[in-house]
């Protein structure tokens, strides 16, 4: 049951980390502020980071498809999965750094609860009309999630791939 919520979950997570590695160039905002004179997201979303975040989810789902394929049943489904899951992922990502932007919290900042839970919910709510999980499975990412994602982040300090750990 636990490891079923990690394989369903497996491409937001990549979308939600691999960025780090894809990132760099052009931002999403453009360099453009908001009304509010902030930046909209900063320079921490780039272009190249979200469609690298949006191709390593979908790839890790065909490849979950051709490992477990009776747990998607066919491979268009778990390609429309993977990819709901990794652009929820990515989108509700980029809703955090605007909320961050207009608490005026500077890029790379900790937002406490938003960093961790944003991404799983948007992605959870993206993927909910092709496949969803029982509410246990929903609770149990909702409290594992806080613990990878502070795993991930310190590994990827320590590999110099960025410069705070969190
Ligand atoms: N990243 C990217 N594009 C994205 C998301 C992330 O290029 N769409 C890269 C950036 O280099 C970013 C790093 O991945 O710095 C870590 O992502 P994250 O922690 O989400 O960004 P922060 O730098 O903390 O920025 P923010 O304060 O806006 O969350
Ligand atoms: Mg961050
Ligand atoms: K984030």
Known sequence: MILDALWYILPAYLANSSPV?????????FG???????????????WRGFF??????TLIGIIQYFLRPYYYGSLKLAIKLSFLLALGALVGDLIGSFIKRRLNMPRGYPAVGLDQ????ITALIFAYPVKTIPTGQVLFLLAITPVIHWAANVFAYKMGWKDVPW
């Open 32 to 46: 453009r502020n908001f009304v509010d004179g902030r930046r909209i997201f900063g320079d921490g979303k780039t």
């Open 117 to 120: 839970w944003g991404f799983l």
């Open 21 to 29: 590695i894809f990132g760099g160039g052009a931002p999403i905002d």
């Open 52 to 57: 690298g975040g949006l191709t390593a989810g």
